[in-house]
């Protein structure tokens, strides 16, 4: 079955600073890679996904994230955050043929004024 | 399009009841799903539904039960509820097979406390 590691459970980040979220699948097999963001007392929302194609795929909101094959990565990135971001982000897996999703332990960003 | 709806949004119960959770979509799609959030562990699948009539048991089922009579509904029944069960509990929806890239749609989340 699929796995997805997402090793730090909290990242404050003052305001205006970079950010990476760090996230490592299990899988030998095509897998397509999501990141889903959670606002308090929301449920959750996608904010990218990688499919096929570029290894680099980008949000409306100025995230990236960067499929790595051969270190079975997929990690987010924003070079600036805003208060705004502040958010649980989760990280998902599925592979070909897959009826559901896998998700990472989420990692929840603090943006500190 | 109101998207995904559960109802009720908080939900407190005794040990020994039962309840049903309600899930709704309004745009016609075929997979619906359900996941329980617990604190630090992520989102678990309990049951997921390929279309009307046919559902499947994800990684954590038991405790639980699903049906799926219309596209449209998806409803999750708790029988004889434990501690155990207190969670979030999110409902989704995707058109096909989240394998074909499709994204999953949630709805708002039910907070249930069994006490």
């Known amino acids: 079955a699929q796995s997805v590691t997402q090793l730090d459970s909290q990242v404050p980040v003052f305001e205006e600073a970079p950010v990476e979220l760090r996230c490592n699948y299990s899988s030998s097999v095509s897998v397509y890679l999501f990141w889903y963001v959670q606002y308090p007392n929301q449920g959750l929302q996608l904010l990218l996904k990688?499919?096929?194609?570029?290894?680099l795929v980008e949000s409306i909101n100025g995230f990236e994230a960067e499929f790595n094959k051969s270190q079975t990565s997929f990690h987010l990135r924003k070079p600036s955050v805003h208060i705004s971001d502040t958010a649980e982000y989760f990280c998902?897996?599925?592979?070909?043929?897959?009826?559901?999703?896998?998700f990472g332990t989420g990692t929840r960003l603090t943006v500190i004024p | 399009n109101a998207g995904v709806t559960q109802t009720p949004k908080f939900r407190i119960l005794k040990i020994g009841q039962s309840m049903t959770l309600q899930c709704a979509q309004d745009?016609?799609?075929?997979?619906m799903y359900w996941y329980r959030q617990d604190p630090g562990m992520g989102l678990k699948l309990i049951y997921y539904s390929v279309g009307a009539g046919i559902t499947d048991k994800g990684e954590v089922p038991n405790g639980y039960n699903v049906s799926r009579s219309t596209t449209e509904d998806f409803p999750l029944r708790l029988e004889l509820a434990a501690p155990s069960q207190t969670s979030v509990y999110f409902c989704a929806s995707t058109i096909n097979r989240v394998s074909a890239g499709d994204t999953q749609y949630f709805g708002p989340g039910t907070r249930l406390t069994v006490l």
């Open positions: 990688y499919l096929s194609g570029s290894t």
């Open positions: 998902a897996v599925t592979e070909t043929g897959a009826n559901n999703l896998f």
């Open positions: 745009m016609n799609h075929n997979y």
